[in-house]
Nanobody, 120 residues
Framework: QVQLVESGGGLVQPGGSLRLSCAVS????????MGWYRQAPGKERELVAH???????AYVGSVQGRFTISRDYGKDTVYLQMNSLKSEDTAVYYC??????????????WGQGTQVTVSS
């Protein structure tokens, strides 16, 4: 079974940057993609970025141009570089494995989440 451990969250001022990391271990299983979700208080969890096994990345419109997802196969780690942060980016961020099912990416395993707070 795969284990995912996120790190890198914290408090940052608007306009600042953070880099989240997701360390992957425990399985030789290779998912179709890896993703970063976020969930703000009172809102549904949303997929903000994902990267496929071949390195193709996609983003939700609200973070396009500000966030960058990447992966280091040698370190079994997935990153989310977040720049120009806004208060509306405040949320718990989760790393997840993703599999294609019927043409849709669906989450499998989850990390425990890391809090990102954007506030002055």
């Amino acid at each position: 079974q795969v284990q995912l451990v996120e790190s890198g969250g914290g408090l940052v001022q608007p306009g600042g940057s953070l880099r989240l990391s997701c360390a992957v271990s425990g399985s030789i299983f290779s998912p179709d993609a890896m993703g970063w979700y976020r969930q703000a208080p009172g809102k549904e969890r949303e997929l903000v970025a994902h990267i496929t096994r071949v390195g193709s990345a996609a983003y939700v419109g609200s973070v396009q141009g500000r966030f960058t997802i990447s992966r280091d196969y040698g370190k079994d780690t997935v990153y989310l570089q977040m720049n120009s942060l806004k208060s509306e980016d405040t949320a718990v961020y989760y790393c997840a494995t993703l599999q294609f099912r019927g043409g849709t990416l669906l989450p499998g395993s989850w990390g425990q989440g890391t809090q990102v707070t954007v506030s002055s």
